[in-house]
C-alpha cells in the first residue's frame, strides 16, 4: 500500500530537511514549504533520484496567516502527517528593548504555526484520520530570564498542541508535541551546548518517526531532558529567582 504524503512546515530548517529525508526514505511523498521553497530544488531533487518518492514544494510563510486556507487548498493532495518545524529564537535582549522584534518571535513560534495547524486539524477531522506534528521546546516548560519570550511563545504553542491532541484523540487526529531539547542547528549555532544534552537533527527526526508510527503523544528527544525539565520546573519561585539557567 503506498504510503501518505508528509507536509513538512519551516523545511529548510536544519531539524525539517532532516525529516523530510527520513520520511521520504521510509517511502512517504514529500511536501516541502517554506520562505523561499526554489532553496530546496536540490533536496527535491535528491529525495527523488534516492528514494523514489514524489516531491513537491511549495512557497508557505507562517506569518502570512491570512493565506493559511488557500495553502492548504494549493497543496497537490491534503497530507497525511504535517510537521511544524517553524521556528525563531530571537535575541532575548533585543525583544526585551524592541517590542516589535517581541512580537516577530512570539508571532513565529506561537501565532503562525498555530494558524497552519488549525486550518490542517479541521481538514484532518473532516476527514477522520491524520497526524499533526508540532515542534515546540522545553523552554516552554518554564520562562527563564534568558529566554522568556521565546520561552513563553513556546509554552503557548505547547498549550495549543495539548489543547488539539483533547479535542481531536477521539476523531482518528494524533498531535505529537515534540520537545527536543538542545539540537546542534543553525538556530544553536556558536553556543557552547553540552554534549550529552544536545542531539542531531538526525536524532530529532528518527524521534518524531518513532513517536507517529507508535501514537506516541509528547515527546522530549532525548530522554535525560524530561528529568532535567522536572527538577526546573518545580524548584520555588523563592529560589527560581535566584537562579541563572
Ligand atoms: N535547535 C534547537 O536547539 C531547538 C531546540 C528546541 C526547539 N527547536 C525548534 O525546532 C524547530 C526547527 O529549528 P532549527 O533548530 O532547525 O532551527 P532553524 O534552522 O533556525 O529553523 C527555523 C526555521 O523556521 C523557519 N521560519 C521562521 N519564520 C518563518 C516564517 N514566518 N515562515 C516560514 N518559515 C519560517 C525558518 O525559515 P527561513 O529558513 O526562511 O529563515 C527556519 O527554516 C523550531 O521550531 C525551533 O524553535 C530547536
Redesign the pocket.
Known amino acids: 500500500m503506498s504510503k501518505g504524503a508528509v507536509l513538512i512546515l519551516?523545511a529548510?530548517?536544519?531539524?525539517?530537511r532532516a525529516v523530510a529525508r527520513r520520511f521520504a526514505a521510509e517511502g512517504h511523498p514529500v511536501q516541502l514549504a517554506?520562505?523561499?521553497a526554489q532553496a530546496l530544488e536540490a533536496d527535491r531533487a535528491d529525495f527523488e533520484l534516492r528514494y523514489r518518492v514524489p516531491v513537491t514544494l511549495h512557497e508557505?510563510?507562517?506569518?502570512a496567516t491570512e493565506g493559511h486556507a488557500a495553502f492548504v487548498e494549493g497543496l497537490p493532495a491534503l497530507p497525511e502527517i504535517a510537521v511544524s518545524?517553524?521556528?525563531?529564537?530571537g535575541q532575548q535582549d533585543e525583544s526585551e528593548r524592541d517590542g516589535a522584534a517581541a512580537a516577530r518571535v512570539i508571532r513565529?513560534?506561537f501565532e503562525?504555526p498555530a494558524s497552519i495547524l488549525a486550518e490542517l486539524a479541521n481538514r484532518f477531522e473532516a476527514r477522520g484520520h491524520g497526524t499533526l506534528v508540532g515542534?515546540s521546546?522545553v523552554a516552554g516548560d518554564r520562562g527563564r530570564a534568558s529566554n522568556y519570550v521565546y520561552g513563553s511563545a513556546k509554552a503557548g504553542f505547547t498549550a495549543f498542541l495539548s489543547g488539539l491532541r483533547n479535542r481531536l484523540a477521539k476523531k482518528g487526529v494524533h498531535v505529537v508535541t515534540v520537545l527536543?531539547?538542545?539540537?546542534a542547528?543553525?538556530?544553536?549555532e556558536g553556543m557552547d551546548l553540552p554534549p550529552r544534552l544536545t542531539a542531531q537533527p538526525d536524532e530529532v527526526a528518527q524521534a518524531i518517526s518513532t513517536a507517529v508510527g507508535w501514537g506516541r503523544d509528547v515527546i522530549y528527544v532525548r530522554p535525560v531532558w524530561r528529568l532535567v525539565m522536572m527538577v526546573i520546573r518545580f524548584m520555588p519561585e523563592r529560589i527560581f529567582k535566584r537562579t541563572r539557567i
Open positions: 519551516g529548510r530548517s536544519d531539524i525539517g517554506a520562505r523561499n508557505f510563510d507562517a506569518l518545524s517553524v521556528g525563531l529564537m513565529s513560534n503562525g515542534i521546546s527536543p531539547g538542545f539540537v542547528t543553525q538556530m544553536t
